[in-house]
């Protein structure tokens, strides 16, 4: 099946699911630690993306798998309180598959967000990253066979917008800026990758969002991105699992929650 008829398919079941024609203009992605944003959301209708044809459920711990459409301060927006990975086993088309279905119905920016280990002493755990640039160390790309939807070579060159950046910036002072490295995973880098990606640029570590930002900006759409920072990457902390990542997560969700309705409210007119 193409590209564009799965998109269509996927956005007339959540025609159906939602009652709507279109989704607001902002989109959110909830990365692991951020979900408890959900509850700050007004008029809220939940849609199971298990119940819409092509989309892929997220499987991780940490993460929903449901769409939400609802009002932040007056403004709708919809939500993704979860998303899909490549060391699942999805392919990258799959990926970015709820990014291009919500464009297709009407999405024009996307705030993404995602946990990450720091690669830098400056960047301790407990810090709130605004995503500066990144790094695609996937080996992966979701672009292959995409030009039937959007241009071949897209521009990488501002793909976070910098006005975006800016107004989140101003937010709060206690955000950081840095660059996101997103890799394949799940295994934790070991001391020698992380020093490797920390000379290539990187700031902090993941294993989500850049294939993402690469679907978004092929389709046009602003691109912001916050990365909670969990962890000390690859032997500058100590040794990690993913519970403790949740748990860090889990500490600072209120302030997360605030921080996510700052930088939407902040690229929607609307005063925090």
């Keep these: 099946m193409s590209l564009s008829k799965r998109i269509e398919e996927s956005a007339a079941a959540l025609r159906v699911a939602l009652g709507q024609v279109h989704v607001p203009e902002t989109l959110v992605v909830l990365g692991s630690g951020f979900r408890g944003f959900v509850k700050t959301l007004r008029n809220a209708r939940h849609v199971e993306l298990?119940?819409?044809?092509?989309?892929?459920?997220?499987?991780?711990?940490?993460?929903?798998?449901?769409?939400?459409v609802g009002d932040l301060r007056g403004t709708?927006?919809?939500?993704?309180d979860g998303r899909s990975h490549l060391y699942e086993g999805h392919d990258p088309e799959d990926v970015v598959h709820p990014i291009r279905v919500l464009?297709?119905?009407?999405?024009?920016?996307?705030?993404?967000?995602?946990?990450?280990?720091?690669?830098?002493?400056?960047l301790k755990p407990g810090s709130l990253v605004v995503v500066r640039d990144q790094?695609?160390?996937?080996?992966?790309?979701?672009?292959?066979?995409?030009?039937?939807?959007?241009?071949?070579?897209p521009d990488m060159s501002r793909a976070f917008d910098p006005n975006w950046i800016k107004l989140i910036c101003k937010s709060d002072r206690k955000?950081?800026?840095?660059?996101?490295?997103?890799?394949?995973?799940?295994?934790?880098?070991?001391?020698?990758?992380?020093?490797?990606?920390?000379?290539?640029?990187g700031d902090v570590v993941g294993m989500s969002t850049v294939l993402e930002v690469i679907a978004a900006r092929q389709l046009g759409m602003e691109v912001a991105c916050l990365s909670f920072v969990t962890n000390m990457s690859g032997g500058l902390g100590k040794s990690l699992t993913h519970d403790e990542v949740l748990f860090m997560a889990k500490k600072h969700a209120d302030w997360l929650a605030v921080t996510v309705?700052?930088?939407?409210?902040?690229?929607?007119?609307?005063k925090s």
Excluded: D
């Design 261 to 270: 309705a700052r930088a939407v409210s902040a690229i929607s007119g609307n």
């Design 76 to 80: 709708s927006i919809s939500v993704l």
């Design 103 to 122: 464009q297709h119905m009407g999405a024009r920016r996307v705030l993404l967000t995602n946990a990450s280990g720091s690669l830098t002493a400056k």
């Design 135 to 153: 790094i695609n160390m996937t080996g992966q790309t979701c672009l292959v066979g995409a030009s039937v939807i959007g241009p071949q070579f």
């Design 50 to 68: 298990g119940s819409v044809k092509h989309f892929p459920v997220p499987a991780v711990a940490g993460h929903g798998s449901s769409l939400i």
């Design 175 to 201: 955000l950081k800026t840095g660059v996101y490295v997103g890799v394949l995973g799940p295994a934790y880098e070991t001391p020698a990758e992380a020093r490797m990606l920390a000379r290539l640029g």
